[in-house]
T-cell receptor
């Protein structure tokens, strides 16, 4: 099993450009998450999904949109990139609802917006 | 709102020395606490969770509800422990969503 994979690994955008980050998991997990990681701030939840066709906002959702059309995929979109969105983006997945279940993380996508 | 605080951004110790990575939280409900670790060039992964009361790679962490702390400890640090460590919690009405602290980079010198 590949676990959680993310595409692309690196990307450089110019201000105003758009892009989509793809997350895929092969563990049949219900929950999927998108985080951003910034120095000194840890990981902050952008959006999450509790199942196919559902999405919800996390702590820092502004400037991002998401979609979960298939259970195994969770897409993160930036419609008009800004330098403040320069970050490392992590996708994660877990089993449903039970709080103590481990989250499994992808390798990350390093995004630079110039 | 819930918050997780890791007061040290960097902790540097010598091999064989004891290690304590501090984690304090603020949450009025019943949180569940975790430590996640990110080794160089590897994914973020779960190290341990407080409900398991387990010792992983020699690390332990005790939840102290009175002091709202969940410090990570190891009696004798090894060079391979060098990594970024994140404390995290889930709230009792938020499914499995994690709130992370800012992280502490542990450097174990030979």
């Amino acid at each position: 099993n590949a676990g959680v994979t993310q595409t692309p690994k690196f990307r450089v955008l110019k201000t105003g450009q758009s892009m989509t980050l793809l997350c895929a998991q092969d563990m049949n997990h219900e929950y999927m998450y998108w985080y951003r990681q910034d120095p000194g701030m840890g990981l902050r939840l952008i959006h999450y999904s509790v199942g196919e066709g559902t999405t919800a906002k996390g702590e820092v959702p502004d400037g991002y949109n998401v979609s979960r059309l298939k259970k195994q995929n969770f897409l993160l979109g930036l419609e008009s990139a800004a330098p403040s969105q320069t970050s490392v983006y992590f996708c994660a997945s877990s089993w449903q609802t039970v709080r103590s279940y481990e989250q499994y993380f992808g390798p990350g996508t390093r995004l630079t917006v110039t | 709102a819930q918050r997780v605080t890791q007061p040290e951004k960097l902790l540097s110790v010598f091999k064989g020395a004891p290690v304590e990575l501090k984690c304090n939280y603020s949450y009025s409900g019943s949180p569940e606490l975790f430590w996640y670790v990110q080794y160089s060039r590897q994914r973020l992964q779960l190290l341990l969770r407080h409900i398991s009361r387990e010792s992983i790679k020699g690390f332990t962490a005790d939840l102290n509800k009175g002091e709202t702390s969940f410090h990570l400890k190891k009696p004798f640090a090894q060079e391979e422990d060098s990594a970024m460590y994140y404390c995290a919690l889930t709230m009792d009405n938020a499914g499995n969503m994690l709130t992370f602290g800012g992280g502490t980079r542990l450097m174990v010198k030979p």
